[in-house]
């Protein structure tokens, strides 16, 4: 697997995943906000398996 997002997508996935995953876990939102766990995962592994098939990638290194 090559890096394919980038630190400012990654902290962006890291927060947003957290946030969704708390807010279900206090009951604010219902159980879909677990989906959060994608982002988290996307932005803890700086892989996201839907970049290379829309032929994106925001990491900046090219050798990686």
């Known amino acids: 697997m090559k890096a394919n997002v980038g630190t ?8 947003g995943g957290l946030v969704l ?3 279900a876990a206090t009951g604010t ?8 766990i994608v982002p988290l995962l996307t932005g803890v592994f700086r ?13 900046p290194m090219k050798d990686r």
């Open 8 to 15: 400012v997508d990654r902290v962006l996935r890291i927060a």
């Open 21 to 23: 995953i708390a807010l």
């Open 29 to 36: 939102v219902g159980v879909w906000g677990y989906i959060g």
């Open 47 to 59: 892989f996201c398996p839907a970049y290379p098939l829309l032929g994106m990638n925001t990491c």
